[in-house]
């Protein structure tokens, strides 16, 4: 008889938080710089240097808890976690084990198609605040590796959820609503494929209808959705296999190679008892009153949930449309603020979810990289809804516009694409494009309808694009309804 196996994950994600300085340090946090330039001996762990907690490393900590529907530790406590690797400059990293400021959350995720759709609530076991390490660059050419501290000591939040997961798609949407509300919690930028959200698979799988957790292993190096759903494939898949031979699943740190579709052992998994962790004796426990919530929560503003809630009833977009526009931060700002001027929301969607989409597609762009202001794109819409100019002329004004922000208006009347609107001018244009196209005029009187639209494109061919399609082809079929 064939086994069936069912799959068990849980997931920890590594948040890197959006503040100007490091979590015990004054030093910045700013992405890039020259290598080692943003350190301290705070920062690398030099004796006699005292760690201070970055106040608003807490008040992100808490926005994120109260956001998942966790409860606030009254008191919370750092950990020192012991290892020794060469990007730790300190051999043991400040991390929260016994006492972290968040417990017993969780959000709720939607799965499934139209019709048929799974809602589940998937739990968080804690949410804890500690420091990133730096990063280590291998030249394979030298022989040796170098070493940046400038991320050494960037505040984190490490979200562990319970394993309640069963699948990819599952997952995908855990991760995708945590990242959508940290993204408008403003507490990170959430991006994958720079480290700013990274996330860690704990995945094992078990006879279908048996209790137990089987061994389970942990995958890390996954830099996009993609790779998390191909990884959590694969590792199910050759678990399964393992079982099927009769041989056991160990548990191990797997590294995914994207490239080749497949994960490597790295190292045997480390227990905890492995880190020996210790309460850190330079940081005190940190007390957390119902005041200092309270001043977090009202700081938070509008909720992610509240935002799309208002969203459908304000603008009553479809629901593919609403899901898109919500989903950063920086693009429902520029729906809002683009909206507000000109008053146009279907107009204003179509236009994100159309043109803008196609080219940050191109560009490899997110939203909050987009250039052009709220007023240029209402601007550029009420010029073409005004019929001032066509659509073709329209979507190359928006190019122009999304690569260097000019004023679409400007921009028409300096290069003349303006929309030609005199009549006279229209007819003979099109009459010398039905001279020069007898064939098409007679297919057309012999009822071939659709021969007309040659004759259009004819003309407007003839005119530089520079004419309404639509009065074009009005004028056409006054002039055909007259031979």
């Known amino acids: 008889m064939t086994r069936e196996y069912e799959t068990v994950i849980g997931l920890e994600v590594h948040v890197e938080l959006s503040t100007k300085t490091k979590i015990f340090c004054g030093c910045s946090c700013e992405f890039g710089g020259s290598p080692n330039t943003r350190i301290c001996p705070v920062c690398l762990g030099m004796p006699g240097a005292l760690p201070v907690l970055n106040k608003k490393v807490l008040e992100y900590a808490i926005a994120a808890g109260l956001a998942t529907d966790c409860t606030i530790s009254p008191v919370t406590v750092f950990d020192r976690k012991n290892y020794f690797y060469p990007d730790n400059p300190q051999n043991y990293q400040i991390s929260q084990l016994y006492l972290p400021v968040c417990r017993d959350g969780g959000i709720t995720i939607e799965t499934g198609e139209e019709g048929a759709k799974s809602i589940r609530r998937i739990r968080i076991r804690e949410i804890h605040m500690e420091e990133d390490a730096g990063k280590l660059f291998h030249d394979r050419k030298e022989g040796f590796s170098h070493i940046d501290h400038n991320r050494a000591g960037v505040p984190l939040l490490e979200i562990v959820s319970e394993p309640d997961m069963k699948n990819a798609e599952e997952v995908?949407?855990?991760?995708?609503?945590?990242?959508?509300?940290?993204?408008?919690?403003?507490?990170?930028d959430c991006k994958l494929q720079e480290g700013s959200l990274r996330v860690d698979v704990n995945l094992s799988v078990r006879e279908a209808g048996d209790s137990r957790l089987g061994v389970r292993t942990e995958m890390k190096n996954l830099n996009s959705f993609r790779a998390v759903s191909a990884a959590i494939e694969s590792e199910r898949s050759r678990q399964i296999g393992l079982l099927q031979k009769g041989e056991a699943v160990e548990q191990q740190t797997r590294r995914w190679d994207d490239a080749k579709k497949e994960s490597f052992v790295m190292r045997s998994k480390e227990d905890v008892r492995d880190y020996r962790y210790f309460p850190d004796p330079d940081l005190p426990p940190v007390s957390i009153s119902p005041e200092f919530i309270e001043s977090v929560c009202v700081s938070m503003g509008e909720s992610y949930d509240e935002m799309v809630e208002r969203f459908a009833k304000e603008y009553r977009l479809p629901q593919k449309e609403l899901s898109y526009l919500t989903g950063e931060?920086?693009?429902?700002?520029?729906?809002?603020?683009?909206?507000?001027?000109?008053?146009?929301?279907?107009?204003?969607?179509?236009?994100?979810?159309?043109?803008?989409?196609?080219?940050?597609?191109?560009?490899?762009?997110?939203?909050?990289?987009?250039?052009?202001?709220?007023?240029?794109?209402?601007?550029?819409?009420?010029?073409?809804?005004?019929?001032?100019?066509?659509?073709?002329?329209?979507?190359?004004?928006?190019?122009?516009?999304?690569?260097?922000d000019i004023s679409p208006e400007a921009y028409v009347e300096e290069k003349g694409l303006g929309l030609i609107s005199d009549l006279s001018l229209l007819e003979e244009t099109a009459a010398a494009c039905m001279k020069d196209n007898p064939k098409s005029v007679q297919d057309y009187l012999s009822g071939k309808a659709k021969a007309i639209g040659f004759l259009v494109g004819q003309t407007m061919k003839a005119m530089g694009g520079k004419a309404d399609p639509g009065a074009v082809k009005s004028v056409l079929e006054k002039l055909l309804s007259s031979l």
């Open 172 to 188: 995908i949407a855990y991760l995708d609503r945590l990242r959508r509300i940290l993204q408008h919690l403003g507490i990170s």
């Open 329 to 404: 931060k920086a693009l429902a700002r520029l729906f809002e603020e683009t909206v507000s001027i000109c008053h146009k929301s279907g107009s204003v969607s179509n236009w994100l979810m159309g043109e803008n989409l196609r080219l940050m597609r191109k560009e490899g762009m997110d939203a909050e990289d987009l250039r052009f202001s709220p007023e240029h794109l209402a601007q550029l819409i009420d010029i073409f809804e005004e019929g001032r100019i066509n659509s073709t002329i329209a979507k190359e004004v928006f190019e122009v516009m999304f690569y260097e």
